[in-house]
């Protein structure tokens, strides 16, 4: 029985490659699986296994709880849908990025579960960090294009560096807002059905700071985003100011989102037509998916510059669903920061990326920081080695939803 961790970069069609092992296509060393039975765990066959469920009304995953797949939280969704696997009695299992999404406690847990399974099935990893390998996989390789063969994992320290010009384009006209506090939320709670998921948070955000949002799945981050964005009618009637405002005196969404630049792994799958990189980030000028009205000379120079400064001034005209996940990743980021909005929300932004492009994206998060006044929110479990939040904010989960914790705070240099 032979296991596998296998190094994935960004530029390798990833489900071309699973393909060859789950259609016993595979060749040199992975062959050896060509007579086997494989299964796929990934948040993708999680996804589509919830579909089913809901589809035909069904419990397939989890039977003996009588629970459809969709009501877990992400954690215990992973360990549901790795048993319903292992029901299977597939020969091998592949793993795609399994950690992703997880926070630390429940990453180790399911390192836990894997060594296990490694005694009655075979296991093939595949992920997009060296941080992610696991130490008692024996066989590691890694992939670097699409002929998918098997090279060593070359252990090359990264080299953080700043991008090479601080001439970040200043913002063709200046926000309203002027205030120093830009949220604040002072014993805000929200509750669903009776359970609460977030109890009594106070949290002020303010100019120029560079906060991390951390806690673990099912802690409420996301009900905590959704307040900032005025998207959670539950911020009505508590004491929650956004960008110098009580939530529901008057202000329409618009006026809230104005403010806010935002970004989200999911914001990808939006840009799927054919919209060149100029074109994709030009429409951040007009808060539009693509670009319909025809931009001013000034906005074309702003763009021009931006490309400079991310270094991808050669790939203007080209198509943005054919850059690499990285280069999509950076251009989505740029559009968010465009105008230069108070605050920018990134939420996750390196998940799914290999270590070259999680250094290009944490490049440009850092010199967004350096060369601008933009407030940075920034949503991850991981803590990034070369990103350096200046405070941190921590929801702790409790009987009665989850309390907020100021982890440390430094106010702006």
């Known amino acids: ?54 589809q035909y009304d069904s419990v397939e995953a989890s039977p003996e ?8 939280s992400s954690g215990e969704r992973k360990k549901e849908f790795l048993k319903y696997c292992i029901n299977q009695n597939p020969d091998f299992i592949i793993f795609d990025n ?6 630390q406690a429940s990453r180790v847990d399911l390192a836990n579960s894997l060594q296990k399974l490694t ?17 008692f996989v024996p066989n590691k390789a890694q992939i670097k294009d699409n002929t998918f063969e098997l090279h060593p994992i070359s252990k090359t320290e990264s080299h953080f560096k700043t991008l090479n010009t601080t001439n970040i384009p200043k913002a063709l006209e200046v926000h309203s807002f002027h205030e120093s506090e830009l949220i604040k939320m002072d014993g805000v709670s929200v509750s669903y059905d009776e359970r609460k998921i977030v109890d009594n948070i106070s949290w002020t ?20 985003l959704s307040l900032i ?28 989102k104005k403010q806010i630049g935002i970004f989200t792994t999911s914001m990808t799958d939006l840009f799927q037509k054919s919209h060149t990189l100029e074109q994709m980030i030009l429409s951040g000028f007009f808060d539009s998916i693509g670009l319909y009205i025809e931009p001013t000379t000034l906005q074309k120079q702003i763009v021009t510059e931006w490309l400079e400064v991310i ?19 950076v251009a989505l980021i740029v559009r968010a920061v465009l105008k230069h909005p108070p605050l920018l929300i990134l939420d996750e932004p390196v998940e799914g990326l290999d270590d070259e492009n999680v250094d290009l994206v944490i490049q440009l998060i850092n010199t967004i920081k350096q060369e601008t006044n ?40």
């Open 311 to 329: 270094e991808m001034s050669h790939l203007a005209k080209k198509r943005f669903i054919d850059l690499s996940i990285g280069q999509q990743r």
């Open 205 to 224: 955000i303010k100019q120029g700071e560079f906060w991390q949002l951390i806690g673990p799945n099912g802690s409420g981050k996301s009900t905590i």
């Open 374 to 413: 933009v407030t940075i929110l920034y949503v991850s479990h991981r803590i990034e080695a070369g990103l350096a939040p200046t405070s941190v904010f921590e929801l702790l989960p409790g009987e009665s939803g989850s309390v907020g914790k100021i982890k440390y705070h430094s106010e702006r240099d």
């Open 65 to 72: 709880s009588h629970r459809q797949l969709r009501t877990f």
């Open 119 to 135: 005694d009655t099935v075979a296991v093939i990893q595949l992920v997009n960090r060296v941080s992610d390998v696991l130490e």
């Open 229 to 256: 964005t005025g998207d959670n009618p539950k911020g009505f009637g508590q004491n929650l100011f956004l960008f110098g405002r009580k939530k529901g005196s008057g202000e329409s969404v618009w006026d809230i």
């Open 98 to 103: 399994p950690f992703d999404h997880l926070d």
């Open 1 to 54: 029985m032979q296991h596998w961790d296998i190094l994935l970069s960004n530029q390798v069609n990833k489900k071309a490659f699973i393909d060859t092992l789950l259609n016993s296509e595979a060749k040199g060393e992975l062959a050896v699986f060509n007579t086997l039975k494989g299964i796929l765990f990934s948040d993708i066959s999680i996804e589509k296994f919830i579909e089913k469920e809901y």
